[in-house]
């Protein structure tokens, strides 16, 4: 069966740092372009950061409101997906999960986040002194 699990949320201060792990099993996530979503209340799920297929040079994407801030990398050993946060702010406070298709590009994935074939359950982020 196919599974995405998210880990690594939690509490920081503004300025602080965290690191989102989205591990898979059932599948490769090597055939997959990825993506990091978050969805404040009341709010839709936005792409954050995606990264295309490792055969498509690992390509990158980011929303403005996170470009320099975070990064998303893909580890093919460990089946796993990483965000890294810095400089967090209290507008990033959200849940975020993570995704993966087989068929967009990273900037069309993080765009169009109906089209994710996957998803994991979702870790809580909060931002706050």
């Known amino acids: 069966q196919e599974r995405l699990v998210e880990s690594g949320g939690g509490l920081v201060q503004p300025g602080g740092s965290l690191r989102l792990s989205c591990a898979a099993s059932?599948?490769?996530?090597?055939?997959?372009?990825l993506g990091w979503f978050r969805q404040a209340p009341g709010k839709e799920r936005e792409g954050v950061s995606c990264?295309?297929?490792?055969?498509?040079?690992?390509?990158?994407y980011h929303d403005e409101s996170v470009e320099g801030r975070f990064t998303i990398a893909r580890d093919g050993a460990k089946n796993t997906v990483y965000l890294q946060m810095n400089r967090l702010e209290p507008e990033d406070t959200a849940v975020y999960y993570c995704?993966?298709?087989?068929?967009?590009?990273?900037?069309?994935?993080?765009?169009?986040?109906?089209?994710?074939?996957?998803w994991g359950q979702g870790t809580q982020v909060t931002v706050s002194s």
């Open positions: 995704g993966a298709d087989s068929g967009l590009t990273a900037e069309a994935l993080c765009r169009m986040p109906k089209f994710v074939d996957y």
């Open positions: 059932g599948f490769s996530l090597d055939d997959y372009a």
């Open positions: 990264i295309s297929l490792s055969s498509d040079d690992r390509r990158t």
